[in-house]
């Protein structure tokens, strides 16, 4: 035989013969780059079998859009999906999702809800429980000699400190509508308002033209207007945002300690990179927790035997060990697993010490019309960094929003 | 059997246009049908659909939530589309006459200027915002020359960000309005010129007397084509600015916002619907229908 046709049949069999090497692929979508090493371990390990698990990442601004679009062809297998029954109603009314069958007993009690729809049954596998506070670089702050602020004034004077010295205190990736909702409107209600008084929000007694909580937006609004705030706030996306704390530029951020972990791209930029954690020192002063989302099953998956198998992995101590070590971050899992990173320990002390028991953002009560809260919060820090509306008037369109169609407390808030 | 030359030359008229017809029709008309269906359902991409009579235009037109978003979508919409067709148009004339005059370096020129037009969309709308990022190569060259002290905003601003993506739009398509001006020109008598220059006019009255009428059907053209496209789509924005149609929807376009409705937006959306977006398709279409009607029309009369 000629040489290239004999190349050619030795490649089209070494293709063959790796496509074969697992019995069944299951497509797993996320939005979660640092899921990917987890996955890779797990298929190229066996884990699981001769199941390999082929992981489609998406970029989290797009994430809601693709999914839909890629639900109506082959699509996922598995996909997650973010936490509160909010998210998941659409899925379930159109029956791509439905109840689970898997063992949920060993999840933690604090991440079960995420996956709990309308109606009360579950409907995914909670995956990370995720804490968002303030995150900095420690080696900015140390070197400015400051000290975590434990009060806003302490908290104002290290921002001048760091505002003399060149370097942007807290830098705003607003270009992110997500990012906005659930990390600035969330970290900011945790640390300014008081644990009741948000429940109250939520249940429609306290309405959110109080002061209680214009003081969130207001507070924004006084660091952009003190100059704390990066001037091209708008420009930025929540990528730039983390490359300027990464390159030392800016010294803090409203984040979830997703950032932190060892497959961040943060690291990439400086692989020295140490970050603390500190809540808004407010009113409230607590760090935000929450289940971070669910592992889905679509049912209109043609794998669905061995992607059932990978969900009730999921929901393992094994997984829970693998997904520590891998990703970085606390899973899920409610029984007893081997943390030994520090920083790990450091987030889960605070997460049990210092975390609100409040989520407006997931609240089902919040979000089941149009605009949801998350939309309207979204919006109306975008208006406010870009100097369109006051902090009383986007509290105002917040609530406004919400009594158009009716939410629970539209007949108390007017 | 021998056909009358009337059949023939029918059956010939018919064949020649029956493949333009079936393919227009399968892949253009056919959708359009079902889009008027789409829009009286309610349907999130997934799972069943829902009839619900004419809903969503009820929601589009009464919602404050919508209604809000759609005024203000058209009105960027026309703004985008101003900036663009007037850039096109004056500039593209200017550099056709330019292109037509026996200029050194002509053709190097012409080459040039189509270089952006085969470019996909994508590639140019990256590119673009390299330049004019806030540590890219624009805002240095200016903090350079000490025009500016803190960098521009380009794409930040809600005040510029859609003047930047009209310039964007505009870089990547001058060079069709250029072709189709050009050719114009060039379609000119020259012994009208002639004419013109015999009985004593200047080069610029020349160009106002014989040449720009020439181009009124060029121009119309360009205008008809550009209005539908931005009108219907909207990729520089989606690429760039996503769904949500960037800061403070300070470039939401008809089409981002219609993406919107039928994907969600990048602002953790909790209700999609197809119906919506099919209403507000079908709105635009309304628009911009009498607009082209009235310009190729007016275009055909004043043909002798």
New interface residues.
Partial sequence: MKLSALLATTALAAALVATSAYAETVKLYTWREQEIPLWKYISDSKVLGDIAIEVVQVNSDDYDSKIRIDLQSEGPDLFQGRAGAAWLSSFVDAGIVKPISTDLSGIAPAAIDAGRGADGQQYGVPFAIQMQSVIYNTKVLADNGIDVPKSMDEFTAAADKLKAAGIIPVNFGARSGWWLNQVVGETMTAGLVPDDFAAKLVSGEACFTDPTFVATLQTVKDWQDKGYINSSAMADDYGAMRTSVALGESAMMLDGVWSTGPTSPMFEIDPDLKMGFFPVPGANAKVYAFGDGTYLLNSATKHAEAAQKVLDFTATKAFAELFVKYVGELPAYGGEYTVEDPRLKEVAGMIAANSSSVTPFFAYALNKGQPSYGTLVSDGYGALLSGSASPEEVARKIQDGLNSWGYVGAANCK | MALKYNQKANLQRIALLAPGVLLYGIFNFAPLLGLFWVSLVEW?????MKFVGLDNFATLFG???YRDQLIKAFANNLIFFFIIIGSMLILGTAIALLLSFRSWGRNAYRIIFFLPYPLAGAAVAFLLEMVV??RGPLNAMLKNFNIIE??I??????NLALATLASFYSWHRMSFAIILILSAIVGVRVHLIEAAMLDGAKRWATLKAVVFPVLAPAFVLITVIVMVDVFNNADYTLIL????G????STDIMGTFL?RSA??????????NFGMAAAIGLFTALLILPAALFLALRNLRRKD
């Avoid at chain 2, 905003?153 to 809600?158: I, R, S, V």
């Avoid at chain 2, 994907?263 to 999609?272: N, R």
């Fill in positions: 999130p991409g997934i799972g069943p919602n404050a939530f990022r806030t803190q960098p905003a380009f794409l930040g601003d809600p600015m996503g769904p949500e960037g800061p403070v929807r993406f994907f969600g937006g990048s602002a953790t959306s909790t209700s999609v």
